[in-house]
């Protein structure tokens, strides 16, 4: 039986009441509210702006209500119901329904899809578009019902055989007007729904060996691409950020857009710098051998931070597990360099993560979700707190202010040539002096705020 859940009572696919309350940090379990957030007080202000404003939560259509639970050697294991045979489009509509509860019970302000998540693809692209604008009505009426809102869509160019040797890097022009054709059914669709971000994740844009790649033409018509998605963005007004998101590989063997330093040099290389940010996901920088808050830090510090996909990897596993944050000095370093970067603006923390494929009951979807909101919700007040005390950014600015000095200040202009410079050291006699950097003394700091 079906339940109001405005009113409070039990929803229909989940056990829980109908939006999970703020009871504080010492809220105690109970039969009646076995869940509540601790952290998550999404009206509490923090650096002057509320803490749903700071975070702006998303949960992503792919892994909840996608995926099945296969991995390379396993079936699907959570057997949703709109995953068992039958019309795919009535399918469609129940699982459309369900995210909507999930997003209800969780008080999630934002979702992010595929196209390929939330309709199913049909016999021609005429009919896929048909097939998703039904469901974008039918999202087009619960978030008007709801309140929820679109953080990003994305066009799926990796599931399909098609894209199999990339969409816009596939040696063959007709594929590449196949991506084309779908990313702009799909661009138009974000837009019309209010959509804050359009992404783009290259999965299958890069090689698996040069011996049957030319690379440089391939490079050349990503960049084509991705001019052509900013024209078409200007053309039909939408005011969304459009974001690649970086990955170093998994699908492909070497994917284009490896990490934020070389998605910059892409941008440049092409024009795209001012139009296009980047949507960061934990687990890719980790692949690329970078920390989160070192991926964060660098497209902040390049004017290209834009989103972030919160999940996190496992330290024993070379590949992208997706799996829910669930570390707060991990989180906590990363909303630091969020904050440092301006917050996180037109973005959002998107969780794009999945249940471990054991965790087959419905609420474990619950459970997942609010357990990582909150874990976020705590890593911004302890990043509150470092850029309040104020004490790392003035080591910081300690170490530095050398280049604040008339001299540190004229090098920097162009004011000093390589003799210049020759000629100071002999004139003054320089002779640099080590000082500590403080790395533990720093960590100790770092301690005392969690
Ligand atoms: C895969 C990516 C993907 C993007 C959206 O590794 O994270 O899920 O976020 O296409
Ligand atoms: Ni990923
Ligand atoms: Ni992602």
Redesign the pocket.
């Known amino acids: 039986m079906r339940h109001d859940l405005a009113s409070g009572q039990r929803s229909a696919y989940f056990s829980f009441p109908s939006a999970l309350a703020y009871r504080g940090p010492g809220h105690v379990p109970s039969a009646q509210e076995p869940l509540a957030y601790r952290y998550y007080d999404k009206n509490r202000l923090v650096l002057g702006k509320s803490m749903a404003e700071q975070l702006r939560f998303a949960v992503c259509y792919w892994h909840s209500f996608g995926w099945g639970g296969t991995d390379p050697f396993g079936e699907p294991s959570f057997q949703r119901p709109w995953h068992a045979a039958g019309d795919p489009m009535a399918q469609a509509h129940a699982k459309a329904d369900v995210a909507f509860e999930l997003f209800r019970v969780l008080d999630a302000p934002f979702f992010t899809f595929h196209d390929r998540d939330v309709a199913p693809e049909g016999a021609t692209l005429a009919e896929s578009n048909a097939n998703l604008r039904r469901i974008g009505d039918v999202f087009a009426r619960k978030m008007q019902d709801t309140g929820v809102r679109l953080l990003w869509g994305t066009a799926n160019l990796f599931s399909n055989r098609r894209y199999m040797a990339g969409a816009a890097t596939n040696p063959d022009p007709e594929v590449f007007t196949y991506a084309a054709a779908q990313v702009k059914n799909v661009l138009e669709l974000t837009h019309e729904l209010g959509g804050a971000n359009y992404v783009l994740?290259g999965g299958r844009e890069g090689y698996e060996t040069l011996l049957n790649t030319d690379l440089q033409r391939e490079l050349a018509q990503l960049g084509r691409f991705l001019n052509l998605v900013v024209e078409h963005k200007h053309k039909i007004g939408f005011k969304g950020q459009i974001l690649i998101?970086p990955?170093p590989a998994?699908p492909t063997k070497h994917q284009y857009d490896y990490d934020v330093g070389t998605v910059y040099g892409f941008l440049r290389a092409h024009g795209l710098e001012k139009e296009v940010k980047v949507n960061l996901?934990q687990?890719?920088a980790l692949l690329a051998g970078h920390t989160f808050e070192h991926e964060i830090a660098l497209a902040g510090a390049l004017g290209i931070f834009g989103s972030l996909?919160m999940?996190r990897g496992d330290e024993m596993l070379g590949w992208?597990t997706?799996q829910f944050p669930n570390n707060l000095p991990q989180v906590a370093m990363a909303m630091y360099e969020v904050l440092k970067a301006g917050g996180i603006g037109q973005g959002g923390l998107n969780f794009?993560a999945k249940l471990r494929r054991q965790s087959i009951d419905p609420d474990d979807l619950v459970w997942a979700h609010a357990t990582a909101m909150d874990l976020c919700a705590r890593a911004l007040l302890v990043a509150e707190q470092m850029l309040a005390d104020g004490a790392l950014q003035r080591h910081v600015q300690d170490r530095y202010a050398g280049w604040e000095s008339d001299d540190g200040r004229a090098i920097l202009r162009g004011e000093r040539s390589l003799e210049d410079l020759a000629r100071e050291v002999e004139k003054r006699g320089l002779e640099p002096q080590p000082r500590s950097a403080r790395q533990e003394r720093l960590e100790h700091l770092v301690n005392s705020y969690f």
């Open positions: 994740w998101e990955k998994e996901e687990n890719h996909d999940n992208d997706d794009d």
